[in-house]
Every structure is written in C-alpha cells, then in structure tokens.
C-alpha cells in the first residue's frame, strides 16, 4: 500500500508571509515534487539548508497544503479543501518528530508518556501499559521518573519519540531528529529508530546528514524544488 503519493507538487510562501524578509518576491520552494513512500519503507531525504526539507514534511503532515498537484496520504486525496474531519483522521495517524522536541518540565518522563497515551482514549491503566511497553523498546526505562532538564540530547529525542509511539501512530515523519547529538547518541537513536522496522511503521526523514543513509531502503535528495533518487 502507498502510505505517501505525491504527484507534481507545487508550493511556494506568499509574499506576504516572506515581507518581514524585506523582499517582494515569493519563492517556489517546492517546484515540480514526485514521491511514493510504500508501507513500511524508510525513507531517507537529504538537501542543503533552505532546500525545502521541513516544508516537504509539513505538506505530507497536512500542515500545508500544495499550491498544485496531487497529494494522497494513506490511500486519500486531500486538498485543502478537504473536509477537517478527513484530515484529522489522517494526522491522527501521523506522529513528528521536531529535532528540537518540546518536553513539558513539570512532568516525569513517564507521566508526560501516559498522558499522550491518554489523549487517545485509553483508560490510565492501559495508558500505564503502553508507556512502559515503548519506555522498554527505547531502552529508557531507567527515565522514568526523572524530569526532562536533568536528560541528555540523545535521550530527549528518545522520550520524543516514545510520546509519539504511545499515540498508534503508524507514519513516523522525523525531522533532523539527530541533528543536535554528538556521533554516539545519534547512533543509539538510530539504532532505536531502525528497530521498529519489525513492528510496521513508515519511516521518512529529512536531514543535512547523507551518512545516515545506510539506516534507510530508499533516499532522495532535495534540491531546486524536487527529488532525485540516490
Ligand atoms: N513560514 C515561512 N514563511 C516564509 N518563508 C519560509 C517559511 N518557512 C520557510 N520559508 C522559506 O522556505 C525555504 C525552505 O525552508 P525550509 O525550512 O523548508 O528548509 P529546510 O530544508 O528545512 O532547511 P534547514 O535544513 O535549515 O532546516 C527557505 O528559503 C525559508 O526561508
Ligand atoms: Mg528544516
């Protein structure tokens, strides 16, 4: 099954958006993109800064929405005239990962994780459950109870993402999710990230870093408005 289709997608900011810039013109930053993401792919795209790499995120996201061209996401065509329940079904199914995740400092790593298991409607005794469940997989058991000022990068992203997986999500998009960690807490998240291969998930990231490409079956680079294959 196709998780993410994109056909001939085009998006620029309006002028108006770009004038705190102090310029007039408005940019194409995505220009003619194609993208087919299969269910559980891992899907690598790369490009220099500016290139458009988040914007393409937040379009699969349904944060934006294209200017042209055909956009399905699981299955369903979604313009920005779709109905909002239509969308939020979809963006329910979706988790982000910001590479600077907000993590609320008043609450433990493992509260913080059941209350987004709560959020999906699951009593606090199978919140408690599934929150354990992925605090294993992550290997940040030992977290639990602490605050997140007293975390490392590294385990920030985990207890991120942990947040994430509590929801049922099934598309992981994951934005520069290790571009503020030194050599040996990017390879532990990736090791991590790689791990859920087994379960099912569709995985596409965006990132300066090209070396993380043999974490990934496919990879594209993101440059002047579309992809080409690696
Ligand atoms: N909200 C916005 N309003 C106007 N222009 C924007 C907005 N967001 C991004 N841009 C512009 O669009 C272009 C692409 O930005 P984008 O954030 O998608 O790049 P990126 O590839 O993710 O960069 P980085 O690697 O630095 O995160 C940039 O030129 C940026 O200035
Ligand atoms: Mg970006």
Redesign the pocket.
């Known amino acids: 099954m196709e998780i993410v289709s994109l056909k001939n997608i085009q998006f620029n900011?309006?002028e108006k958006?770009?004038r705190?810039?102090n310029t007039t013109t408005s940019?194409a930053?995505i220009k003619d993109l194609s993208l087919t993401v299969n269910e559980n792919e891992f899907c690598l795209i790369t490009?220099?800064?500016?290139?458009?790499?988040?914007?393409?995120?937040?379009i699969i996201a349904l944060m934006l929405h294209q200017k042209s061209g055909e956009r399905k996401i699981f299955g369903k065509k979604i313009t920005k005239e779709s109905p909002l329940d239509e969308i939020y079904a979809i963006r329910k199914k979706i988790g982000y990962l910001f590479?600077s995740p907000y993590l609320p400092s008043h609450l433990t790593v493992k509260q913080f994780i059941e209350a987004q298991a709560l959020l999906t409607g699951v009593g606090m005794r199978s919140a408690r459950e599934r929150a354990y469940e992925w605090l294993e997989e992550l290997k940040i058991v030992d977290l639990a109870n602490l605050l997140p000022t007293s975390l490392s990068g590294g385990e920030r992203q985990r207890v991120a993402l942990a947040a994430l997986l509590v929801k049922d999500v099934s598309l992981l998009l994951l934005?520069?999710p290790t571009?503020n960690l030194d050599e040996e807490n990017k390879e532990i998240v990736w090791k991590q990230i790689t791990a859920l291969k087994n379960k099912g998930f569709t995985v596409i990231t965006?990132?300066?870093d090209e070396h993380l490409h043999s974490f990934f079956e496919s990879h594209y680079l993101?440059n002047y408005g579309s992809l080409k294959k690696q």
């Open positions: 900011f309006s958006k770009r705190t810039l940019i930053v490009g220099p800064s500016g290139s458009g790499k988040t914007t393409l995120m937040h590479q934005d520069e571009g965006v990132s300066h993101l």
